[in-house]
T-cell receptor, first 113, second 111 residues
Framework: DTEVTQTPKHLVMGMTNKKSLKCEQHMGHRAMYWYKQKAKKPPELMFVYSYEKLSINESVPSRFSPECPNSSLLNLHLHALQPEDSALYLC????????????FGEGSWLTVV | GNSVTQMEGPVTLSEEAFLTINCTYTATGYPSLFWYVQYPGEGLQLLLKATKADDKGSNKGFEATYRKETTSFHLEKGSVQVSDSAVYFCAIIQGAQKLVFGQGTRLTINP
């Protein structure tokens, strides 16, 4: 079972709102990721957590705040976003050993109004 | 740094046609290679992968062979269906859990 579950599937938020995207996996993977995908573009890496510690931050603005409460959960807290942040946000996970496959969730479609 | 170059789309074919989507990469050493597929309105699904030279990945009638000598990983299918209409991404990974994607190829299959 290679499943990464993301909620909500769709989110509309105002520029002054605070919201969170949630991600869960039960494959025992110790690496979890957030990617951002704009229309007609490939996904862009935002953050990587390894063993529940933030290991990569691709210079993402502080209005995006990741959190990894445990090895199965990954959150992305959103605050004071801009309309240009509207995109598909993809969570993913993988094992940490070797060059292992990264498995993606269905994504959360975010619209900032 | 590592990079992936994919055949530019969009690609439009008739049902039962033969499909090739070209992918070449630049990397040192031996990256793992992947094809992901994204159906309309959905996330990315792993289609197939190969982890060493001459490996052939296959799934759902799609195949790709890891060619170290030409640094290529071309995707092929002998007879496409309307349900294969999607965007296809070639990707490589080499350390630091960083996937490097190609730009994607949009495929449309007409009945």
């Amino acid at each position: 079972d290679t499943e990464v579950t993301q909620t909500p599937k769709h989110l509309v938020m105002g520029m002054t709102n605070k919201k969170s995207l949630k991600c869960e996996q039960h494959m025992g993977h110790r690496a979890m990721y957030w990617y951002k995908q704009k229309a007609k573009k490939p996904p862009e890496l935002m953050f990587v957590y390894s063993y529940e510690k933030l290991s990569i931050n691709e210079s993402v603005p502080s209005r995006f705040s990741p959190e990894c409460p445990n090895s199965s959960l990954l959150n992305l807290h959103l605050h004071a976003l801009q309309p240009e942040d509207s995109a598909l946000y993809l969570c993913a996970s993988s094992r940490l050993e070797g060059l292992d496959t990264i498995y993606f969730g269905e994504g959360s479609w975010l619209t900032v109004v | 740094g590592n990079s992936v170059t994919q055949m530019e789309g969009p690609v439009t074919l008739s049902e039962e046609a033969f499909l090739t989507i070209n992918c070449t990469y630049t990397a040192t050493g031996y990256p793992s290679l992947f094809w992901y597929v994204q159906y309309p309105g959905e996330g990315l699904q792993l289609l197939l992968k190969a982890t060493k030279a001459d490996d052939k990945g296959s799934n759902k009638g799609f195949e790709a062979t890891y060619r170290k000598e030409t640094t290529s990983f071309h995707l092929e299918k002998g007879s496409v269906q309307v349900s294969d209409s999607a965007v296809y991404f070639c990707a490589i990974i080499q350390g630091a859990q960083k996937l490097v994607f190609g730009q994607g190829t949009r495929l449309t299959i007409n009945p």
